[in-house]
């Protein structure tokens, strides 16, 4: 496996929460493709795939730069930022790691896997 490293590209951990994003500053064409959010528990592996399509839109065409969650395709235009969310909400799923991917390599900010430990609310 490949790991692919640019620092244009971070993944962010939000405290206390079991979410997980890929920001990616000033998207280019070679930022298109499929990207995968990847989570591995002791039992199985869940992915869930998002096609980002790169495209030529005016900045007046667009109103915002939108947050984008793994739904589906989506179209942005080529310059902007994007913020891709997975949040892994699987209470009592001890040592899970979560890894983002593009086109079957792992994308990371800092060559290394993102791990999540979770700890199980009472009364659940």
């Not at 990207?35 to 002791?42: D, F, G, L, N």
């Not at 199985?44 to 030529?56: A, G, N, P």
Request: charged share 25%.
């Amino acid at each position: 496996m490949t790991w692919i490293n640019d620092p244009r590209i971070k993944v962010d951990h939000i405290d206390g929460s079991n979410q997980w994003d890929l920001l990616i500053d000033g998207i280019a064409s070679k930022d298109a493709g499929m990207y995968e959010c990847q989570v591995s528990t002791r039992k199985k592996v869940m992915r869930q795939e998002v096609t980002l399509h790169i495209s030529d839109i005016s900045s007046g065409q667009m109103k915002r730069n939108p947050d984008i969650f793994i739904t589906g395709s989506q179209f942005l235009r080529r310059g902007a930022d994007i913020n891709l969310v997975c949040n892994a909400s699987l209470p009592g799923q001890p040592g899970q790691a979560l890894v983002w991917m593009k086109e079957y390599q792992e994308v990371t900010a800092d060559s290394r896997r993102v791990f999540v430990f979770y700890e199980q609310s009472r009364g659940r």
